[in-house]
């Protein structure tokens, strides 16, 4: 291998105070490496990350921490323990490193926090891929603001959340951490994510940068053969907007390979990019062993050594989760292979965050002595996220119950609470090596919360998540047969490494249902019994069978993991109490062999003539189905009027199918007066809507582009701008969207981010495939290119009467 002997740390990190430069300049080499270094004291056997149990340290805590410490690694989330002991612990051991180093620099105390802070008794909120479903930044804002406030409280600086990996592949077992397949709708809400929780006091980590999602065959850790166009086009557009609008302090790397070279050694990445073009000046923390990796499963480096110093010279400023190869930095400083001026660099990023977060002058005398980490504040935004985040996808008029008379609840998910919380949740990723543990806060399950809501309800689970076993078929039948309606509840069980059936490391190579649960279902809808359908998912599942089939389940509801609130959510959307409103964040596959695919391909990604195969998802991105109607119309761009397609929303097969716009791929329909704006410059994009049944209801308003000539093969429809809006019976509003050039922008063929001058088309409608009305759009003058001051986020203003 080679390593670059170049002096890329001459200099300390750009705006650090003087302060810190002072404390740079006294240190040793070795306080500087331990500041450099996290130390995961509780970490055992349990396997809670990638092959943890044969990468951990095993230096001891006393003599690893006689230098100082960078972070202490997931004191609170590692097994459970007591939160007011453990404070006492933390605030003693922050006491020691103050008045037992030579510097007294206190650690800096990381956390997972990607479903709620990942601590014994802390409540559990929905999956990410439920907030994508809610398109409410704001609920996602308030939520982590929240988190946040119970981390502060108990001594935690940094959460490291949330993913800002765009979906492309629905067998990874990651899918459940991700916010959806479009790239802006991922990059407005991990941004309300980032701004929520460094609003509370603790600093956000975009994970995973950059790619991770994109692995080949949707393979964890796998290679990424993606371009450098889809790393600008879909890849980079979230954590920009997280860097430059939300002002993150973190960012993790990201395991991946991408075209031969690991994200954790490439400066292109985590230094040209990052730093000099997006103006992050922020730590870089490595994934957990990533920097190990580099030499065992990367093979980049032949010691550790050498990956340290790839590492570090690519931005990786600390290494997480322990000190396995920065220690041997000393080694190439010594040797002359490594200036230790980039040494400084890093430990001056980690000096000023801990200045940042007060850590320099912080007092450690009186630890908290009572703390509700489940308290009514983050009940009612569990609730609020989980009710939201629900998407209907079929009904016959089944639900809502409104006279349900005797109710059968079926299913392996139904009686179960890890059934409705996600992979990076405290109970499936460390309480499922501590059997007998209880949770420490309440968890309804769906079975429970149906017979609070209905009243007394039977029961029979029928099979297990996983296997073969159909021995239980019977008991759910004859339970199903003697009831007036039956609501059987399937799907996932979240956990990791072969633990569960979606996870980190559970990848699928089928998006069938697992184990026996499909035919579960049909039998249970051969009984006759009206059947709603439930899904607790982590992952979308090839469902065509149970949604456009005239002999499937009378109503299906699909929920991504809701949390600890998601059961009686579900029980006031089954029994009319709230209307569904969720949309979904990731489009429903046809079949694993139509993955990789997104909503966002060019014309030959889809459907056509040439192949036989047919990619068409079952349900396509953005679409949900309500108990009330909704009329959207009155679409104009700069007050220049839209043409009604005339496609109608009914949300039927023929409806839904990709394509189904009512005119061909190329075709821009003549509105009589075509909008008119200079290519980066903004405009302003209106509609309106109308609750035009009898319940109260959220629509998403969703705007698409499709652009039919381009320089480069462009997709049939990208999202330009959403938003949720309530509106009471027969309530309208118009929705007032400015739209920013950055949102028709995309690379070119040298690469560049530009706006193209030519025809665009503007649709409104339900979903990526429906369109009630258009407009044509003409950006005129010079191609434009994008630079750091463009806008990257739309406006939105609504206007009700």
Not at 173 to 200: H, K
Not at 447 to 476: K, N, Q
């Given at each position: ?32 490496l ?15 990350a ?38 006492q612990?933390l605030?003693?051991?922050q006491r ?27 409540a ?9 479903a ?5 609920a ?33 077992g ?35 940068f ?8 949707g393979?964890n ?11 600008q ?46 103006g ?8 957990y062993?990533?920097v ?20 570090l ?5 600390v ?38 977060l ?18 009514a504040?983050?009940r ?18 089944v ?10 609840v ?8 890890e ?14 090596h ?38 239980g ?20 069980r ?9 996870g ?11 184990g ?12 006759g ?12 599942y090839?469902?065509?069978w ?5 002999s ?30 969720g ?24 459907p ?5 195969t ?10 949900g189905l ?8 009155q ?11 005339g ?9 839904v199918?990709a ?6 791929a ?36 969703q ?16 999202l ?15 929705v ?33 495939a ?31 009467g």
């Amino acid at each position: 291998m080679t390593i670059h002997n170049t002096d890329v740390g001459a200099a300390l990190a750009p705006g650090v105070s003087p302060r810190v430069h002072a404390l740079v300049a006294e240190m040793t080499l070795d306080e500087k490496l331990a500041q450099l270094v996290g130390y995961w004291v509780d970490q055992g056997d349990e396997v809670v990350a990638p092959l943890s149990g044969e990468k951990v340290t095993t230096a001891a805590y006393t003599d690893a921490t006689v230098h100082g410490l960078g972070h202490l690694t997931r004191v609170y989330g590692t097994r459970p323990v007591d939160p007011i002991e453990r404070a006492q612990w933390l605030w003693g051991e922050q006491r020691r490193l103050q008045t037992e180093t030579r510097l007294g620099i206190p650690a800096l105390v990381h956390e997972e926090c990607l479903t709620g802070f990942a601590a014994w008794q802390a409540a559990t909120f929905p999956t990410p891929l439920a907030w994508g479903a809610s398109f409410d930044p704001d609920a996602v804002e308030l939520m982590a603001s929240t988190i946040g406030r119970s981390m502060r409280d108990l001594g935690v600086h940094q959460g490291l959340a949330p993913v800002l990996d765009v979906v492309r592949d629905a067998r990874w077992g990651r899918v459940d951490e991700c916010i959806a397949e479009d790239p802006y709708v991922v990059g407005t809400i991990g941004t309300a994510y980032v701004r929520g929780l460094q609003g509370a006091g603790v600093h956000a980590t975009l994970k995973h940068f950059v790619g991770y999602s994109g692995s080949r065959a949707g393979r964890n850790h796998a290679p990424v053969h993606a371009g450098q166009r889809e790393l600008q086009d879909v890849f980079l557009p979230p954590f920009e907007m997280a860097v430059r609008d939300g002002g993150v302090r973190s960012v993790m790397n990201s395991y991946a390979e991408i075209d031969g070279v690991p994200v954790g050694s490439s400066p292109e990445l985590l230094t040209d990019l990052l730093r000099r073009r997006w103006g992050f000046d922020g730590t870089v923390v490595s994934d957990y062993f990533a920097v190990e990796f580099l030499r065992s499963m990367h093979g980049v480096a032949g010691s550790l050594g050498e990956a340290a110093q790839l590492a570090l010279e690519a931005g990786i400023d600390v290494e997480l989760p322990g000190p396995d190869a920065y220690p041997h930095l000393a080694e190439r400083v010594a040797s002359g292979a490594l200036p230790e001026a980039t040494v400084d660099r890093a430990v001056a990023r980690v000096l000023a965050e801990k200045e940042d977060l007060g850590l320099l002058d912080a007092d450690f005398a009186d630890a908290p002595a009572e703390i509700d980490l489940d308290d009514a504040e983050h009940r009612a935004l569990a609730h609020r996220l989980a009710l939201e985040s629900v998407v209907l996808l079929r009904n016959d008029g089944v639900l809502p119950l409104r006279a349900p008379g005797r109710i059968a609840v079926i299913g392996p998910n139904a009686d179960s609470g890890e059934a409705l919380m996600g992979c990076y949740s405290f109970a499936n990723h460390v309480l499922a090596h501590h059997p007998g543990v209880p949770l420490g806060f309440k968890l309804p399950t769906v079975r429970e919360a149906l017979a609070s809501r209905f009243g007394a309800v039977s029961y029979a689970a029928g099979c297990a998540v996983e296997g073969s076993d159909t021995s239980g078929f019977a008991e759910a039948v004859a339970t199903a047969q003697d009831a007036d309606v039956a609501i059987v509840v399937v799907g996932d069980r979240a956990g990791l490494f072969g633990r569960g059936t979606v996870g980190e490391g559970n990848d699928a190579d089928s998006l069938e249902l697992p184990g026996v649960q499909r035919q579960l279902v049909e039998a249970v809808v051969a009984t006759g019994t009206p059947v709603v359908l439930v899904l607790l998912t982590g992952r979308p599942y090839a469902l065509g069978w149970a949604l456009d089939g005239a002999s499937g389940p009378a109503a299906v509801l699909q929920a991504f993991f809701p949390g600890e609130e998601g059961a009686p959510a579900l029980a006031s959307l089954i029994a009319g109490d709230a209307t569904p409103s969720g949309r979904l964040p990731v489009s429903l596959p046809r079949s694993a062999g139509a993955q990789p695919y997104s909503y966002l391909h060019p014309i030959l990604g889809g459907p056509s003539g040439v192949t036989s195969t047919d990619p068409t998802p079952v349900r396509p991105f953005g679409f949900g189905l309500s108990y009330t109607t909704f009329e959207r119309g009155q679409l104009r761009v700069d007050g220049v009027a839209a043409r009604e397609v005339g496609v109608p929303a009914s949300g039927t097969p023929a409806d839904v199918r990709a394509g189904a716009s009512g005119f061909a791929a190329d075709e821009v329909p003549d509105s009589g007066t075509v909008a008119e704006v200079r290519a980066g410059d903004a405009f302003t994009v209106s509609a309106r809507v109308t609750n035009t049944g009898a319940r109260h209801g959220a629509d998403v308003v969703q705007v698409y582009a499709h652009r039919a000539v381009a320089s480069v093969t462009r997709p049939v429809a990208q999202l330009v701008a959403y938003a949720r809006v309530e509106l009471e019976p027969g309530e309208s509003a118009e929705v007032r969207f400015t739209v920013p050039a950055s949102r028709l922008a995309y690379s070119d063929r040298s690469l560049r981010r530009v706006v193209e001058p030519g025809e665009v088309e503007l649709r409104l409608g339900p979903s990526c495939a429906v369109v009630d009305e258009a407009v044509a759009l003409r950006v005129s003058g010079p191609v434009y290119e994008l630079s750091a001051d463009d806008a990257r986020v739309v406006d939105v203003e609504v206007r009700r009467g």
